[in-house]
């Protein structure tokens, strides 16, 4: 199992490319066309290059990221579920809808409260020599698994920030095959808001 997390694929830029990132890439973008679709199967894609991913960030000292995949292939469990047999509070079929001003407000108060509990824990406990610049796009990645679970709309938005500012961290990691990955999502992010609002105007067209 270790050498298919060191065995290398290819040297992309100057950084060796493993095969395990080459593989975490390809479930990667199709568990976010999946997801745009408003395809269940894309959350079991999730856990899968979510753990191949757990292995690239560690061996790159990005223990949020890299725990982060381990919640994303846990919590792939619940919204697979959710997607299945969801329901809004008033029992309605779980479907996609946008959230209130309020809800809004409480995504962005919780994301500005694990940043600074994320960062202050990798900066105290871990080697991590980019403690806050990896938290940040942990702690949204974490509202925006909640969100996208329970088809806001508003989880595209949240990704797309996660996806540029990750971008850059990865970048400055090497990982050249994962940034492709995230600027691929970034635009998938745009394109998963703009399918997402269509769909969720359809019916009222109709």
């Not at 290398?8 to 975490?24: K, S």
């Not at 980019?130 to 595209?156: C, H, M, Y």
Request: charged residues 15%; glycine residues 8%.
């Amino acid at each position: 199992m270790a050498e298919l997390f060191t065995a290398e694929a290819f040297t992309l830029w100057g950084a060796p490319t493993a095969w395990v990132e080459v593989l975490a890439f390809g479930l990667a973008l199709w568990m976010v066309r999946m997801n745009i679709r408003e395809i269940h199967w894309g959350w079991p894609l999730a856990i899968l290059s979510s753990v191949l991913y757990c292995g690239v960030f560690w061996r790159s000292r990005l223990y949020a990221d890299a725990s982060l995949q381990i919640f994303f292939a846990v919590i792939a469990f619940w919204g697979w579920t959710q997607w299945l047999r969801g329901r809004r509070g008033d029992g309605a079929p779980l479907a996609i809808a946008r959230l209130s001003w309020r809800g809004r407000a409480i995504a962005a108060a919780l994301t500005l409260l694990l940043w600074p509990a994320i960062g202050g824990f990798l900066h105290h406990f871990t080697d991590s020599d980019v403690p806050w610049w990896d938290a940040f796009p942990t702690a949204l990645s974490l509202v925006g698994q909640f969100l996208l679970g329970r088809k806001f709309i508003e989880n595209w938005l949240a990704w797309l920030v996660v996806n540029l500012v990750s971008v850059g961290l990865f970048a400055y990691k090497g990982l050249w095959l994962t940034v492709l990955l995230y600027l691929l999502f970034a635009v998938l992010s745009l394109v998963g808001w703009r399918a997402w609002q269509r769909r969720a105007a359809a019916p009222q067209a109709a």
